[in-house]
């Protein structure tokens, strides 16, 4: 076990981690828009780059584990077997 690990605070032995997304609108640069696409909420309206954030974090300790930006078309749970992996 390494010494980061012994210092961390458990809960009956286990780590609690938790997950959260949110959508995040990103600048209107080419390049971002080739990676993430683009999409509009209401018809006509203008269309806006759009990413997926999410974070994996380490509750008890305070310390982000792992975090991603996707194309909004992931999903939560996508991005959560990606954390876990982590």
Known sequence: MRARE??????????????DGSQLRLPREVVLQEKFGCQSAVPGEAKQTMGLA???????????????LVETRESERYCAAQHLEA
């Open 6 to 19: 012994k210092t961390l605070k458990r809960w009956h032995g286990h780590r609690v981690c938790a997950v």
């Open 54 to 68: 999410s974070v994996y974090y380490d509750v008890l300790n305070k310390l982000v584990v792992d975090a991603q």
